[in-house]
């Protein structure tokens, strides 16, 4: 499948437009990555503890979305978007959510 942040793909027409599809993914921190983050926090630096969360949500995330719009008969996802919040008491959870629309090309 065809996955692109494009409204259009350039030298191919879009067939038949499907709809909107989505996904999401809300993951927490456990206390050992806290910690981590909290001395890179301190003694600067990237903390590779959550870009790896942070990582795997964003696939989870976008495999949700290509699942839905392969049920949907598409073979493509254009204009997709992604976004990321700090959700829960404390901001301790990390939601992800992607969406485009399901195209046939």
Known sequence: MLLTTTPTIEGTPIKEYKGVVT????VG???WKDIKASIRDIVGGRSASYERVLRQAKETSMKEMEERALE????????????????GAENAMLMVATSGTAVVI
């Open 72 to 87: 949907m008969g598409a073979n493509a996802i254009v204009g997709i978007d992604l976004d990321y919040e700090t959700i």
């Open 23 to 26: 996904g999401e993914t809300i």
């Open 29 to 31: 921190a456990n206390i």
